[in-house]
C-alpha cells in the first residue's frame, strides 16, 4: 500500500488541495503545558516502532503521566509491543490491503481519535500528506511534525503544523524523530526547528530478553545440536522494493561459502509468507540438508527475535528484520542500496555494505521515496566474496559493530575483495588509521 502510485498521486494533488484548504479554517495553536493525551503517527515503516523508542522514551520523561496512543497500519500493529512502552489498547490501526479498505478504516479512525480528545499528535511521517490531514481532521489540538521551510514541493499546508521540525537529510531517522519530539514539548520555537544538536547516546535500544527456555526451544525446533551455529539470511524486501534485493545468486554463494568452512554451520532464510519464492529460490540455490527454509513459520515478532537470539549473524538486506535484531546482541551485516544507511543503517551491533555510488541513495524523503531506477547497479556491484569476508569477521569478531548511539555503524564500501575494503564510520570525533584493510574513520555532521 505504501507504494501504491495511485496513493501517491492522490497525496501530492488531492492532498496538496487538502492541505490548502484546511489551513484556511486552522491557524497555529499555542504550546500546551498540560498536554497528556498524545498520538504518534507512523503509518508504513515497518522498523520505525524500533527508531522510535528512544524517542518515546523522552516523551515518558517529559510527560510521567501521558496517555499514548499510536496512529499506524495494520501490517504494523505487532512491531509496536516489542518496546513494551504502548499499552496496546491504544494502538489503532489503518488496513492497507486496499485504497478502500484505507479510507474506510481512517473514517473510523477518525471517529475513534475525535472521541480520545488528543492533545498533541506528532505525525511522524516524512511529508506525506495523508498523516497531517488525518490529525486535522481528528481533531488534534496541536500538532507537531517535519516542515519544509525553504524546500520547494514538500507542502504540507502552511499554519496546519504548529511545532514544525526540519528534517535532516544527513542525520539518522531516529534522530530526527526525537528532534521532532523536543521541539513539540518546547515552549520556544525557532527558525528553524531543532535549533541545537542531539546526543546520539541518547539513541539507547532495550535488549530483548530471551530466557535459556525459549532459547532451548528454538533450537529444538530447528534441530540444532548444542554445537550448532545459525547464520540467518533475510534475501527479499518484498515485491514493491525488488529495487533493495541483493542477487539470489550472490545470497546463495555467500551461504554455501560460510556452510564449507564450519560443518556445525546451519543456514535459516526467513520472510513473510509474500517472500516465499525468493525464499525457496535461494534454498534449492544453496542445497544440503543444513539449510532451514523458515519461509512464513515464525508467526510472530517474538519468534523472529528469538531465532536472532539463538544465531551468530544477521545478513539481509535493508529491511525491517535489520531493526527487530537491533535488540539483541546479534551481529548485524546489512546490504544497502537505494537508501542512505547513514540515516535508515539499523541501531543494533551492526556492519553495513554500500557502494557509495553517485546516484545512490536515489530514495529519500524528498522524494516521496520513489524512483525510476530498475537495474540495481549499486547493489549488484557488492561482491558476494565480500559479504563472505565481512560476514566472517563478524562471526569472529574481528571488526568491532557499532551503532549509531555509541560510535556510530561501520559502513563498508562493497568491493571485490582484493581490493581495499573501506569502513567508513560515521564518528564525530575522526581519525584516520591503517590497518591490513585500510579502515578509513570519516566525520559527518
Known amino acids: 500500500m505504501k507504494e501504491s502510485k495511485l496513493l501517491r498521486l ?97 473514517l473510523r479512525a477518525i471517529v475513534t481519535i475525535r472521541s480520545i480528545g488528543v492533545d498533541l499528535a506528532i505525525d511522524f511521517e516524512k511529508f506525506s ?43 539518522h531517522i531516529a534522530l530526527n524523530f526525537l528532534a521532532l519530539a523536543k521541539v513539540a514539548f518546547s515552549r520556544q520555537q525557532h527558525y528553524p526547528n531543532f535549533k541545537g544538536s542531539l546526543d546520539p547516546r541518547e539513541l539507547e535500544l ?11 526451544a528454538t533450537r529444538e525446533k530447528l534441530q540444532l545440536s548444542v554445537t550448532d551455529t545459525l547464520v540467518v539470511i533475510c534475501p527479499d524486501v518484498g515485491a514493491n522494493l525488488q529495487i533493495r534485493n541483493y542477487p539470489v545468486e550472490s545470497y546463495a554463494h555467500v551461504a554455501r561459502a560460510l556452510l564449507d568452512e564450519k560443518l556445525e554451520r546451519h543456514i535459516a532464510i526467513i520472510g513473510v509468507e509474500s517472500n516465499r519464492p525468493i525464499c525457496s529460490q535461494l534454498e534449492l540455490m544453496i542445497g544440503g540438508p543444513r539449510v532451514r527454509n523458515l519461509c512464513g513459520t515464525t508467526t510472530s515478532l517474538q519468534e523472529l ?22 535488540l539483541t546482541a546479534t551481529p548485524i551485516l546489512g546490504i544497502f542500496s537505494t537508501d542512505s544507511p547513514f540515516m535508515y543503517g539499523p541501531l543494533g551491533e551492526s556492519v553495513v555494505l554500500y557502494t557509495f555510488f553517485h546516484c545512490s541513495p536515489c530514495i529519500s524523503a524528498l522524494n516521496h521515496k520513489s524512483s525510476r531506477c530498475n537495474d540495481g547497479a549499486c547493489i549488484k556491484s557488492i561482491s558476494a566474496n565480500t559479504v563472505v569476508s565481512i560476514a566472517r569477521k563478524l562471526i569472529a569478531r574481528e571488526i568491532p559493530t557499532r551503532t549509531i548511539n555509541g560510535t556510530v555503524p561501520y559502513i563498508t564500501c562493497g568491493v571485490p575483495v582484493g581490493q581495499a575494503e573501506s569502513i567508513v564510520s560515521i564518528g564525530a570525533n575522526s581519525r584516520l588509521r591503517q590497518t591490513n584493510e585500510s579502515v578509513v574513520e570519516h566525520a559527518a555532521s
Open 10 to 106: 492522490l497525496d501530492r494533488y488531492i492532498g496538496t488541495l487538502l492541505c490548502w484548504m484546511l489551513s484556511w479554517f486552522r491557524g497555529v495553536r499555542p504550546y500546551d503545558p498540560l498536554a497528556k493525551k498524545i498520538l504518534l503517527i507512523e503509518l508504513f515503516e515497518m522498523g520505525a516502532s524500533i527508531m522510535i523508542i528512544p524517542t518515546i522514551r523522552h516523551i515518558l520523561k517529559e510527560r510521567p503521566d501521558a496517555q499514548i496512543y499510536v496512529l499506524t497500519s495494520k501490517g504494523n500493529r505487532n512491531s509496536w509491543d516489542l518496546s513494551g512502552l504502548i499499552d496496546p489498547e491504544r494502538i489503532i490501526c489503518l488496513d492497507g490491503k486496499s485504497l478502500w479498505s484505507f479510507g474506510a478504516s481512517a
Open 129 to 171: 500528506r495523508i498523516s497531517v490531514i488525518l490529525s486535522v481532521l481528528a481533531g488534534a489540538k496541536r500538532i507537531a511534525g517535519f516542515f519544509r521551510y525553504e524546500y520547494e514541493g514538500l507542502y504540507r499546508g502552511s499554519t496546519l503544523i504548529d511545532a514544525p521540525c526540519s528534517f535532516n537529510q544527513n542525520a
Open 206 to 216: 532495550p535488549r530483548y530478553q530471551v530466557t535459556p527456555q525459549r532459547a532451548a
Open 305 to 326: 527475535i528469538e531465532l536472532f537470539s539463538i544465531s551468530e549473524l544477521l545478513i539481509g538486506n535493508d529491511n525491517g528484520p535489520l531493526h527487530f535484531a537491533s
